[in-house]
């Protein structure tokens, strides 16, 4: 336990303390930069909370390699980055962060026998993109077109022994219809007046966080179940009406909820298959369209080898943290965004409240690029690293490499 109050802190050590709760296995690119740096205001802001509620102000991020930038600008001006697993708390807390704004996003992983040409895939998804079909009464919303995310087709290429299936479709989509309130509380605080209706307001230093507390924390976590298995079940009904009974079901895993009160995987996959909400232990990890995918094993983690590279051993050991660590269970579920102009970043100003990044260009040598909204950059997506990375790391076994045939975003 601390010695001091965190709420007696000056702004500056309040980021120092949050930046020793990081735990980066980042591949430190100015994307990785950018995460961690903005991660300092999301976790000074949680202990501040924390303790003002008599709980251990002990919030915290595990990032898994691909870690990077949220391009959700709510979250990111809440000080989130993307990539790993948040935490504070002991699981069972009654207190929900909802500026995390988890919601439910997921790959489903299917097989083929048969390569289907495209010009069917097309015409087969304009049929169903002309339908309403629903699922428990809400009417589906067809994603797969918005963001990064996508129907994708890939031959199979085995690493391992075994008889795998010769082409494999992964399904890239989430749960919007339950964003808002349209079909009830919602998941997220800036879109359902309900959902803000029920949380607290709590203003810092730094920004204002919402939160949840006791019955209203229960409410919401019922609506997380809820909402995963909708996402779920959305993903293998797109899949149905594409494939028929042409394909097989290899994994359906979320890789954006919330495990229990006190932890969100925020873009990572958990490996964790004692969660109701992982279904096995197979999980995808995808890179750019033009570069293959990975089915992997995964492995529960981190290792005190990866612990001892990473540097994290001694700093979790004086942070009583270190069972957390060994129990982290994250793994990639892509390669995330990366900023091919950006070099890294010299410094964050602060001004009326807002966060300024200071970043040196790549091909300027005196040139810089301030940026406060990171939604709207030119960016890429990160290639074979994040894959060496995770090896590395021990973080899975790999399983199955997938070429990639073609890529459908309508």
Not at 195 to 218: C, H, M, V, W
Not at 362 to 382: A, D, H
Request: hydrophobic content about 35%; some cysteine; overall charge neutral.
């Amino acid at each position: 336990m601390n010695s001091y109050k965190v709420s007696q802190l000056d702004k500056k050590k309040l980021l120092e303390r949050a930046s020793n709760f990081i735990f980066s296995s980042g591949i430190g690119d100015a994307a990785s930069q950018l995460c961690k740096l903005n991660m300092r205001y999301g976790l000074a802001q949680m202990h501040l909370i924390q303790e003002k509620y008599g709980f251990e102000p002990k919030a915290h991020f595990i990032s898994t390699p691909d870690e990077t930038i949220s391009r959700n600008n709510y979250r990111w001006y809440s000080g989130y980055g993307y990539g790993g697993r948040i935490s504070w708390g002991s699981s069972n807390d009654k207190i929900i962060f909802l500026n995390v704004k988890p919601n439910q996003c997921g790959i489903l992983v299917g097989a083929l026998q048969e390569l289907i040409d495209y010009n069917t895939l097309i015409q087969r998804i304009n049929d169903i993109k002309a339908k309403q079909i629903y699922h428990n009464d809400i009417l589906l919303d067809w994603d797969l077109g918005v963001s990064n995310h996508f129907l994708n087709i890939f031959e199979t290429i085995n690493t391992r022994e075994g008889k795998f299936p010769p082409y494999m479709f992964l399904i890239h989509g989430s749960a919007p219809e339950i964003r808002d309130d349209t079909y009830g509380l919602g998941m997220y605080v800036d879109k359902s007046e309900d959902l803000r209706n029920i949380a607290i307001k709590e203003e810092t230093p730094f920004g204002i966080q919402y939160i949840l507390l006791d019955s209203a924390a229960k409410e919401y976590f019922k609506l997380n179940d809820k909402a995963v298995k909708f996402s779920l079940k959305k993903r293998e009904i797109i899949a149905d009406h594409i494939f028929g009974n042409d394909y097989e079901v290899v994994c359906n895993q979320a890789h954006q909820f919330l495990k229990d009160y006190n932890n969100i995987y925020l873009g990572s996959n958990c490996t964790d298959t004692r969660s109701k909400f992982v279904n096995s232990n197979i999980f995808p990890i995808t890179l750019r369209a033009d570069y293959p995918a990975y089915i992997v094993e995964g492995k529960i983690n981190f290792s005190e080898d990866s612990l001892q590279k990473l540097n994290f051993f001694k700093r979790a050991e004086a942070l009583e943290m270190i069972d957390l660590l060994k129990d982290a269970n994250i793994l990639p579920h892509g390669s995330g965004y990366s900023f091919p102009d950006i070099k890294g970043v010299a410094e964050v100003i602060e001004e009326k409240f807002q966060r300024y990044f200071v970043c040196n260009l790549k091909k300027s040598q005196n040139g810089l690029k301030i940026i406060r909204s990171v939604s709207n950059l030119q960016f890429e997506y990160r290639r074979e690293e994040v894959i060496s990375k995770t090896i590395q790391l021990d973080l899975g076994t790999i399983l199955m490499k997938l070429e990639p045939k073609y890529s459908i975003k309508l």
